[in-house]
C-alpha cells in the first residue's frame, strides 16, 4: 500500500501535466487560429487584385469564418490551412497579388483559362510545398523566373498559353527532379533548349511547341525515358533529329511539325518507337521516304507528314491501321504505284476523321470502293494531284464529311448529285478541274455548307435556285464557268455571306436584282466579264460592308448611282467597259477609302471631280469616255463670232502613251550622245511596236502550254516572234488599276537601261484584243533557267538533281548587286527597283542573274510635271518581308529601300527560308532570326541542302575547305545583316555590298585565309 506521501507525489505530478496539456492545446489552437488567419488574409489580398470579380467569388467574405467553404479552397482535414486553390476557367480578370507567396501550406494552385495580366510575382517561389503549379491559358508577361527551381517539390509545371512570357529557358529547370510535366507551349521563348534539361529523369510530358525556340533539338532529351509525349511543334529547331530521340522507347506522342528539320526519317522508327500513337512531322524539310515500320504500329493514331520533300509510294500495309484518325502525306513528292488503289485498304480504318493526299503526284482514277472509308471521316483533301476521271457517285456515303476538297485536278463528267446526301458538309471546293453539265439542285440540302467554290470548269446552265438554302454560307465562288441566264434571286438573299460573292466570267444575263442591297455583309462582289444590262441598282447602298464592287465587261447602262457614296468603305470600284452614260457622280469623291476607280470604255460625259481619289490620277481610269473632261474645267474657243465649249477629249491612255514615247524620246537623244548600243539586235533601225496578232500568234494563241507563270501585274508565255527570237511575253491584267502605271514605268525604266545583270525589254504592245479589250504586253528576253525562286524553293535543280551550292548562290548575289549597283550610281538618272525579291530576278542559260519585274520602279529624278503625274503615290512599294521598315512609315523610295531588299534576298537565299515562313511570329523575322545565330552558330540557320553540297564543292578541280566556305558564308551572312539595319543611315551602301560579296569569292575560289571585311 502506498504511503500518503508518495500518493500526494502522484496526485501532484498528475496536476502538473494536466495544467502542462491544457497550455499546449491552447498554445496549439492560437497556432493553428493564427495561421488559418493568415491564409484567410492571402485569400482576401489575391481577391482584391481581381477586376469586377465574378459570383464565383462572392463567398469570399470576412464574415465568413473559415475560407475552407470559400469557392475554389481546399484546406487539409482539420481545416487548420489552405492547401489547394483551384479556379480554373472562372475568367477572371486582373493580376496575381504577391501575398499569394503567404498560401505556405500550398500543394496544388490551379488559375488556368483566365485572364490574369503582369507578371508571375516573385513571391511564388515562398511555396516550398507547392506540387502543381498550372498557370496556363492566361496573359501573364515577362521573363520565366530562374528561382522558380527552388520548388523542389513541384511536379507539374504548366505556364503554356500566355503567350506573351518570353526570354530564354532556365537552365535551373534541371534541379526540379520531381517534375513530371512540363509545358510552356504557346508563349515567346526564343534560344535553344537547355541540355540539363535531360537531367529530368522523371519528365513524362515535354510541350514546347509554339515558341521561337532555335538551335538543334539536344541530343541530351534521348535520357528522358521516362517521356511519353514530347511536343517541339512551330519552332525555329534545324539540322536533323538526334538519334536518341528515336530510343525514348516510351514515347507516346512525338510531334516536331512546323520546324527547319531536315534528313531522312528513321525507316525503323517504328520499332524503335513501339508505343507511338502520335507521329507528325509535318511542315519541315525531310526526304527520303516514309518510314516502313509506321505501318506496323497497329494502334497508331495519326500519321503526319504533310509539306516535306518525302519520295517513295504508299506502301501497301497502310490497311493494318484499324485505330488510324489522320493520315495526312500532302505536298511532298509521294508517287503512285498502283493509282489511288490503297484508298480501298483504308476501309479497314473504321475510326479515321482525316484523309488528306493532294499535293503529291498521284495519280488515277477516284476508286468507287471510297464509299467504303470511315462514317468517321469528317475531312477529305485531294486537291492538287494529278487525278482524273469521274467524281464516283459513292462518295455521297461518307456521311460524316465536313470538307470535300478535289481541287484542281483533271476530274471530267457531273458533279454527282449524291454529293448533296453530305448533309454535315461545311466546305465543298471543286475549283479548276473540267467538270461539266450543270450543278444538280441536290447540292442545296447542304444547308450546313459555309464555303462553295466551283470555279474554273465548264459548269452550264442557270444558277440552282436551290442555293438560296445556304443560310450559313460565308463565300461562294462559281466564276469561270459557263452559266447562263439570270441570277436567282435567292443568292442575294443569304444572309451569312461576308467574305466573296464571285460570279465572274461567266454568260449571265438581265437586270441587277434591287435585291442585291440584301448583301449587307459582303465584302466582295465579283460580276464582271458577264452579260449584266440595265441599270446599276441604287440600292447596292445598303451593302455597308462592301469593299470590292467588280461589275466590268457587262453591258450595264444608265448612270452611275450617286448612292454608293453611303457604302464608305468601298476601296475598289470597276465599272469600265460598260455603257453607262451620264456625269460622274461629284459624291463619289467622298469615298475615302476608294484606292481604285475603273471607269473606262463607257459613254460618260462632263468634268471630271477634283477632289478625293481623283486628286491622283493614278488611282483613276478613265480612258475611253470621249465626252469627259479630264481637267478641271472645260476650254472655251469662238466659232462663227460666238462662243462655244470645246471638250478635252483626251483619255489617260493617250496621256500615258504620250509621255512614255517623250521620256523615251528624251532618253534616247541623251543615250545616242554617248554612243550607248540598243536594246536588242532584233531592232536594225526604228523601234518596232508588234501587234496582239504578233504576240498571239508567237505564244500558239496563249496555249497554256507556253504558260511559265505569274507576274506582278500579269501572265508570262514563252513565244517565238517571226525572226525566231525566243522571247517572254508578259501579258497585263488590264481589269487591275495598277495595270497601266505597272506599264508605264517598266516602259520608263527598262527602255533607257543597259545592263548585262538586267532583264532586256525588246519591245512592247498596246493594242485591243479580238475581244475588243484593251490589251497591253511587255515583251521580254527569254531566260531558259527561270526564277531565282524557283532554285531557292528546290522546284528547280541541275542536272545532277542537286540545288545550287555556295559557289554559284554567290555568283547570283554578285550579279544581282552588280545591276543595283548600276541602277543606283551608273544611269544617268538613278532608278530605283522598289520589287526586289528572288521571283523578279531570273537565270539565263549560263545561270547569269538578270533582275526583271519594273513594275514598281521610280526614277530619282528631280520633280517635274511629268514624273508627278505618272508616279506620286502613295501606295506602300514592295511585297511583305521585303519592304523596308520606313516605307512603312511613309518615306519615299529610296535606294537604301532597294538595298533592305537586297539584303533580305541574300539572307533568303542562303538560308533557303522565306522572309514570310509561318514560323517567323510576333516580332520575330528572317534578319532576327539569323541575329539570333550570327556569327557563332550560322551552320543552324543555312540551307540544309547547300550545307550537304559542301564537302564535294571543287574549283579547278580542287576541292574547296569546307572551312574556307564556312568562313565565306559569314562574310556573306554580314552582308546580308549590314543590308537590313533597320535605319535606313545605319545601312551600307549597295556598292559597299558588292565589293565585300567579291571579297568572299575571291577568298573562296582562291583559298585564301578567312578575315572579316572592314
Known amino acids: 500500500m502506498a504511503s500518503p506521501s508518495h500518493l500526494i507525489l502522484q496526485s501532484t505530478l498528475l496536476f502538473v501535466l494536466i495544467f502542462c496539456k491544457c497550455i499546449f492545446l491552447e498554445v496549439e489552437s492560437q497556432s493553428a487560429t493564427l495561421s488559418i488567419v493568415t491564409d484567410k488574409e492571402a485569400l482576401i489580398s489575391f481577391k482584391s487584385r481581381i477586376i469586377e470579380p465574378f459570383n464565383p467569388l462572392s463567398s469570399w467574405d470576412l464574415k465568413n469564418s473559415s475560407p475552407c467553404n470559400w469557392t475554389g479552397v481546399v484546406c487539409n482535414k482539420s481545416g487548420q490551412r489552405v492547401v489547394g486553390l483551384d479556379l480554373s476557367g472562372f475568367g477572371l480578370k486582373g493580376s496575381i497579388s504577391p501575398h499569394i507567396g503567404n498560401l505556405s501550406f500550398l500543394r496544388s494552385l490551379q488559375l488556368g483559362q483566365n485572364q490574369f495580366t503582369g507578371m508571375l510575382p516573385d513571391q511564388i517561389v515562398n511555396l516550398f510545398l507547392v506540387r502543381v503549379l498550372n498557370l496556363s491559358s492566361n496573359r501573364l508577361e515577362g521573363v520565366l523566373p530562374s528561382n522558380i527551381s527552388q520548388l523542389t517539390e513541384l511536379q507539374v509545371l504548366d505556364l503554356s498559353e500566355n503567350k506573351n512570357i518570353t526570354g530564354r529557358i532556365p537552365e535551373e529547370l534541371s534541379y526540379l527532379k520531381n517534375l513530371e510535366v512540363l509545358k510552356l507551349a504557346r508563349n515567346y521563348l526564343y534560344g535553344a533548349i537547355p541540355s540539363t534539361i535531360g537531367n529530368l529523369s522523371s519528365l513524362i510530358n515535354l510541350n514546347l511547341g509554339t515558341n521561337t525556340l532555335s538551335g538543334a533539338i539536344p541530343s541530351d532529351l534521348g535520357r528522358l525515358q521516362n517521356l511519353k509525349e514530347l511536343d517541339l511543334n512551330i519552332n525555329n529547331f534545324s539540322g536533323t533529329v538526334p538519334p536518341s530521340i528515336y530510343n525514348i522507347s516510351s514515347l507516346v506522342s512525338l510531334a516536331l511539325a512546323s520546324n527547319n528539320l531536315w534528313g531522312e526519317i528513321l525507316g525503323d522508327v517504328g520499332i524503335k518507337l513501339p508505343n507511338l500513337l502520335v507521329f507528325n512531322f509535318c511542315i519541315n524539310k525531310f526526304t527520303g521516304k516514309i518510314p516502313w515500320s509506321l505501318y506496323n504500329l497497329t494502334n497508331i493514331k495519326i500519321i503526319h507528314v504533310a509539306d516535306n520533300l518525302l519520295e517513295g509510294t504508299i506502301p501497301p500495309d497502310l490497311g493494318n491501321l484499324p485505330f488510324l484518325e489522320m493520315y495526312d502525306i500532302c505536298f511532298n513528292k509521294i508517287v503512285s504505284e498502283d493509282g489511288l488503289s490503297f484508298i480501298t485498304s483504308l476501309k479497314n480504318s473504321t475510326r479515321l476523321k482525316f484523309l488528306a493526299i493532294g499535293g503529291n503526284h498521284l495519280e488515277g482514277v477516284i476508286p468507287g470502293s471510297i464509299g467504303n472509308l470511315s462514317k468517321a471521316l469528317s475531312k477529305l483533301y485531294m486537291g492538287e494531284t494529278h487525278i482524273y476521271g469521274n467524281i464516283p457517285t459513292s462518295i455521297g456515303h461518307l456521311s460524316g464529311l465536313t470538307l470535300l476538297n478535289l481541287s484542281y485536278n483533271s476530274l471530267s463528267g457531273e458533279i454527282p448529285p449524291e454529293i448533296g446526301h453530305l448533309e454535315e458538309l461545311q466546305m465543298l471546293v471543286l475549283a479548276g478541274n473540267r467538270l461539266s453539265g450543270s450543278v444538280p439542285n441536290s447540292l442545296g440540302n447542304l444547308q450546313k455548307l459555309n464555303q462553295i467554290d466551283l470555279s474554273g470548269n465548264s459548269l452550264v446552265g442557270n444558277i440552282p435556285t436551290s442555293f438560296g438554302n445556304f443560310q450559313k454560307l460565308l463565300s461562294m465562288d462559281l466564276s469561270n464557268n459557263k452559266f447562263s441566264g439570270k441570277i436567282t434571286r435567292e443568292i442575294f438573299s443569304l444572309p451569312s455571306l461576308s467574305t466573296i460573292l464571285n460570279l465572274s466570267k461567266n454568260f449571265l444575263s438581265g437586270a441587277l436584282p434591287e435585291e442585291v442591297s440584301l448583301l449587307v455583309n459582303v465584302v466582295t462582289i465579283d460580276l464582271s466579264n458577264n452579260l449584266f444590262s440595265g441599270n446599276i441598282p441604287s440600292s447596292i447602298r445598303k451593302s455597308k460592308s462592301l469593299q470590292k464592287l467588280l461589275l466590268g465587261r457587262n453591258v450595264l447602262s444608265g448612270p452611275i448611282p450617286s448612292t454608293l457614296e453611303e457604302v464608305r468603305g468601298l476601296d475598289t470600284l470597276d465599272l469600265s467597259s460598260n455603257q ?389 558564308l559569314i562574310i556573306i551572312l554580314g552582308v546580308g545583316l549590314s543590308c537590313t539595319v533597320e535605319s535606313s543611315d545605319g545601312r551600307i551602301s549597295i556598292r559597299s555590298a558588292l565589293q565585300n560579296l567579291k571579297s568572299a569569292r575571291d577568298t573562296l575560289l582562291n583559298q585564301l585565309p578567312f578575315r572579316m571585311p572592314n
Open 580 to 968: 453607262l452614260s451620264g456625269p460622274i457622280p461629284v459624291e463619289l469623291q467622298n469615298l475615302q477609302a476608294l484606292q481604285s476607280l475603273n471607269l473606262s470604255f463607257n459613254n460618260l460625259e462632263g468634268v471630271v471631280p477634283k477632289g478625293g481619289v481623283f486628286g491622283n490620277l493614278s488611282k483613276v481610269h478613265l480612258e475611253g469616255n470621249q465626252n469627259l473632261c479630264l481637267y478641271l474645267a472645260c476650254v472655251k474657243t469662238q466659232s462663227n463670232g460666238r462662243k462655244v465649249t470645246k471638250v478635252i477629249a483626251i483619255t489617260s491612255v493617250l496621256v500615258s502613251l504620250a509621255l512614255c514615247f517623250i521620256l523615251g524620246s528624251l532618253f534616247y537623244l541623251k543615250r545616242s550622245k554617248s554612243k550607248i548600243t540598243r536594246t536588242s539586235e532584233l531592232v536594225k533601225g526604228q523601234h518596232q511596236m508588234v501587234s496582239y496578232n504578233d504576240l498571239r500568234q508567237a505564244t500558239g494563241n496563249f496555249n497554256q502550254e507556253n504558260f511559265l507563270g505569274n507576274g506582278s501585274f500579269g501572265f508570262v508565255y514563252k513565244g517565238y516572234l517571226r525572226q525566231g527570237i525566243a522571247v517572254a511575253v508578259k501579258v497585263l491584267d488590264t481589269q487591275r488599276t495598277s495595270s497601266w502605271k505597272s506599264f508605264l514605268a517598266e516602259c520608263e525604266a527598262l527602255r533607257n537601261v543597259r545592263h548585262r545583270n538586267l532583264f532586256k525589254l525588246i519591245t512592247s504592245c498596246s493594242s485591243i484584243d479580238f475581244k475588243n479589250m484593251e490589251f497591253l504586253a511587255l515583251v521580254y528576253e527569254y531566260l531558259s533557267n527561270g526564277s531565282l525562286e524557283d532554285w531557292v524553293n528546290g522546284k528547280r535543280k541541275n542536272a545532277n538533281g542537286d540545288v545550287l551550292n555556295v559557289v554559284e548562290r554567290l555568283n547570283v548575289a554578285i550579279d544581282v548587286a552588280c545591276a543595283l549597283d548600276y541602277l543606283h550610281h551608273d544611269c544617268e538618272v538613278p532608278v530605283v527597283h522598289c520589287d526586289l525579291k528572288p521571283s523578279n530576278i531570273l537565270l539565263g542559260e549560263d545561270m547569269t542573274a538578270k533582275v526583271g519585274d519594273f513594275g514598281l520602279a521610280r526614277l530619282l529624278m528631280q520633280r517635274t510635271d511629268i514624273e508627278h503625274s505618272i508616279s506620286r503615290t502613295n501606295v506602300l512599294k514592295g511585297s511583305i518581308g521585303y519592304i523596308p521598315p520606313e516605307y512603312g512609315m511613309g518615306e519615299k523610295p529610296s535606294t537604301a529601300g532597294d538595298v533592305y531588299s537586297f539584303g533580305v534576298m541574300l539572307l533568303e537565299l542562303f538560308t533557303g527560308k522565306r522572309p514570310t515562313h509561318e514560323s517567323f511570329i510576333g516580332d520575330l523575322n528572317l534578319v532576327r532570326w539569323v541575329q539570333s545565330a550570327f556569327p557563332a552558330n550560322i551552320m543552324q540557320v543555312l540551307d540544309p541542302e547547300m550545307l550537304q553540297l559542301m564537302s564535294s564543292l571543287y574549283h579547278n578541280d580542287q576541292p574547296i575547305s569546307p572551312d574556307v566556305q564556312h568562313g565565306c
